[in-house]
């Protein structure tokens, strides 16, 4: 119901007008009179009406100026002014204040309530474009999710303008505005059922959006990396400890067996290093295979490793490091990105400078290399699948001529695993997808199907199944399962006499008008008028 309150200090008029429309037969409520602006402003505000009508000559504060701080507080509010003077100086500072009618008095209540139904109108429509939006935006809300994440992970990992970080970080609602920030890595692994990695991750998520000035993105399947802000380095301390803390407590209390490693970069003090943060944050984070997991490190917690040795020096050699097992590990969960990490801090936790020595080379480079023969042949590639991508040794002298060449070489191998690794992912997750997408082109009439429901039918979390989707697809759930509804609808519009409601009915909308405002949306014109195009 729309509510009406009314200012005229005309005791006459102002009864005349209340008491000659039937205000709740005619679809209105009338919350509240007054007979000056003064008196009508704390009222009006209590109140909230929808409609102001209101004189403009009055007693301690005219119309004009009530109408003016009400729009103020109400923005949305429909302002109707009365007026005995046809003068244009009121109707110009009407028009400024966004007045809805400006009306000569006197006017009979026929006349009233006809501008009072237009007025109505004009709002019912307002509210129907506002909740069309929310919901909207709440369907898309996925897709801001995603938009977020790729703009976290580019301002991290590329050197963007600070000007370019601030305007797009305010058109995505984030406030990068700080003193000091600091990067995070967070990685679980080591879950006996994606039950549990469901619900720990649920709780990992509710937690960082309860920090303030903490921002996030999904880092692959099982990770994240975190943005945080502060005034000063204390402050910053002060909450990374805390999340830490916090972080530690969730992961105690996970009845499930588990794993996680965490790693923090450096404070800086401008957005622009952002990137020097995360660099450092990867170095860290690259000891995960070298260390003991289930805790949260910083560059300050990692051994001094120091020697001037440049041959092989036995006894600073590090034999219960030189171990396999790290390199398979690595292999089987480490991104291509974290390689040259990886490789500096493997190399060095087996003794700084022993990477000078030839017959260290050697060895370790045949270490790492039937490592990697082994994963391949897990995932069910030839032995010789390496030898094709990264050439044999013996046809390789140059690998072995200086620690700098063989570091690149060892790059080479590891990095070719992994593309070779993904490569085997990749086609298990086009299954999974293939089997998503006749999902969504089998029920996408069915206004129940969402997120939840694709992810179950391939027996995945939603968040998992989020993350996988929007990566390989190259767009979010939602964006699919829109284009899919969207295309289904311009064939019947063109091919069929079904009317607008039943057309999106039809593809999965049981509200016609959200239909009608997702379409426009989407394909930047009505379904009336896409049907009448030639």
């Known amino acids: 119901m729309i509510k009406v309150f009314l200012a005229e200090d005309e005791i006459v008029i102002r009864n005349g007008i209340k008491n000659s429309i039937e205000w709740e037969k005619e679809g209105y409520q009338f919350v509240g009179e007054a007979g000056d602006g003064e008196l009508a402003y704390p009222m009006i505000l209590k109140t909230k ?42 109707a110009k500072e009407a028009i400024k204040l966004r007045v809805a009618e400006y009306l000569l008095k006197p006017i009979s209540s026929a006349k009233l ?77 080591g879950f006996s059922g994606d039950r549990e990695l469901t619900e720990v991750f649920t709780k990992i998520e509710n937690l960082l959006d309860g920090y303030e000035n903490v921002y996030y993105f999904r880092r692959g399947a099982e990770g994240w990396a975190l943005l945080c802000l502060a005034e000063d ?21 996970c009845p499930a067996r588990k794993e996680y490693f965490g790693a923090f970069g450096h404070p800086v003090s401008r957005l622009g290093a952002l990137k020097e943060s995360m660099d450092e944050a990867e170095r860290v984070f690259a000891y995960r295979y070298l260390k003991e997991w289930n805790q949260i490190i910083g560059s300050s917690d990692l051994e001094e490793r120091i020697s001037d040795n440049k041959e092989l020096n036995l006894s600073s050699l590090k034999v219960d490091k030189l171990d396999r097992k790290i ?75 200086n620690a700098e060449q063989t570091k690149e070489y060892l790059k080479n191998v590891l990095e070719t695993t992994i593309d070779l690794r993904e490569a085997v992912s990749k ?48 767009k979010t759930f939602i964006e699919f399962l829109t284009d899919v509804r969207m295309g289904r609808a311009k064939e019947l519009l063109r091919s069929s006499a079904m009317k607008t409601a039943e057309i999106a009915y039809a593809v999965g909308y049981k509200d016609s008008h959200y239909f009608s405002y997702l379409f426009k949306k989407t394909q930047k014109c009505t379904p009336r008028e896409f049907r009448s195009q030639v």
Do not use: W
């Open 233 to 253: 380095e204390v402050q910053l301390e002060e909450k990374l400890l805390k999340l830490t803390e916090d972080m530690e407590a969730i992961m105690a209390a």
């Open 327 to 401: 390199v398979e590990q690595f292999l089987k969960t480490g991104l291509k990105g974290e390689v040259t990490h990886f490789i500096k801090e493997y190399l060095e936790s087996l003794g700084e400078n022993n990477i000078q020595s030839l017959l260290f080379r050697q060895y370790v480079t045949m270490d790492i290399y039937l490592a990697a023969v082994g994963i391949l042949e897990e995932l069910g590639y030839e032995s010789d699948e390496l030898v094709k991508q990264c050439g044999d040794f013996k046809d390789m002298e140059t690998v072995f001529q």
């Open 113 to 189: 309530l006809e501008v009072l139904k237009e007025i109505a109108a004009s709002i019912y429509q307002e509210r129907e474009e506002r909740e069309l939006l929310k919901r909207y935006e709440e369907d898309m809300r996925e897709n801001r999710q995603h938009e977020k994440d790729e703009f976290l992970t580019r301002i991290l990992t590329h050197n963007i303008s600070v000007t370019e970080i601030l305007e797009q970080g305010r058109q995505l609602g984030l406030d990068l505005s700080a003193g000091v920030y600091n990067t995070m890595l967070f990685k679980i692994a």
């Open 49 to 90: 009406p929808d409609i102001l009508i209101t004189d403009i000559r009055m007693p301690f504060m005219d119309g004009l100026e009530l109408s003016r701080l009400v729009r103020q507080d109400l923005p949305d509010i429909k302002i109707l002014i009365l007026s005995g003077y046809d003068e244009f100086d009121y």
């Open 427 to 474: 086609q298990k997750y086009s299954q999974l997808l293939k089997e998503a997408k006749n999902y969504i082109e089998q029920n996408y009439g069915n206004d129940e199907i969402s997120l939840n429901t694709a992810a179950a039918s391939v027996n995945l979390s939603p968040n998992h199944f989020s993350t996988i989707f929007s990566q390989e697809m190259g």
